[in-house]
């Protein structure tokens, strides 16, 4: 079965570009979603990270998401420090749900594929990309966060410059009705590849 990589930076509208893949019939693994569920669930995974950011990183059995967000994205050794201890936890999990699927291929929607040299994890990967102030727009919208801890949270990724050189295939997704078009494109696409 051929896996597919899904990215791109916050704002950049991935999620919703996944969930044109999942109309299509595409299975989709949200890694984002799969980490957090992880982070609360798995016994080894929270005592490491209250190990690295303390007791504060839960309230009770839920995530504090506010002040781990505020810990990582103003220090990048420590985001660096979390990453190694989330992303393994969450590949093995993805691999275990990869083997109950039957489709011709499975998209893993991650934000940090070229960040986190992971591209030979997959088949192909697809980026999507918007211009920053869209970006900025949409989260200030979708999160209501302040545009500086937005701003920080994009300085912590790859720019899409650097990351379109690597990536297989690119949506622009500024306008939905064309970013459906070449989410159709590129699945009918991906259905007919046989590798």
């Known amino acids: 079965m051929m896996v597919v990589g899904l990215t791109g930076g916050i704002g950049s509208g991935k999620s919703t570009v996944a969930k ?13 979603a799969e980490a957090k569920e992880l982070m609360v669930t798995s016994k080894p995974l929270k005592r ?3 190990k690295l950011l303390g007791a504060e990183s839960y309230k009770g059995e839920e995530l504090n998401r506010g002040f781990i967000a ?25 691999m275990d749900w ?3 699927q039957t489709s011709s291929y499975v998209i893993q929607e991650t934000a ?5 040299d992971a ?19 949409r989260v200030l919208k979708r999160d209501g966060i302040e545009e500086q801890a937005i701003i920080n949270r994009m300085d912590n990724q790859m720019n899409d410059d650097d ?18 078009k070449e989410v159709f494109n590129l699945h009918k696409r991906l259905v007919g590849l046989d590798i």
């Open 20 to 32: 044109m893949f999942k109309d299509l019939g595409v299975p989709v693994y949200d890694s984002d």
């Open 48 to 50: 490491d990270i209250v």
């Open 70 to 94: 505020d810990k990582v994205f103003k220090d990048p050794e420590k985001l660096q420090k979390l990453n190694k201890i989330v992303h393994p936890a969450v590949r093995s999990h993805f």
């Open 98 to 100: 990869v083997k109950t």
């Open 112 to 116: 940090l594929i070229f960040e986190n």
């Open 119 to 137: 591209k030979h994890n997959y088949d192909f990967v697809i980026l999507v990309k918007a211009p920053k102030e869209i970006r900025v727009n």
């Open 163 to 180: 990351k379109t050189v690597l990536a297989d295939f690119c949506i622009e997704n500024i306008d939905l009705e064309t970013t459906e």
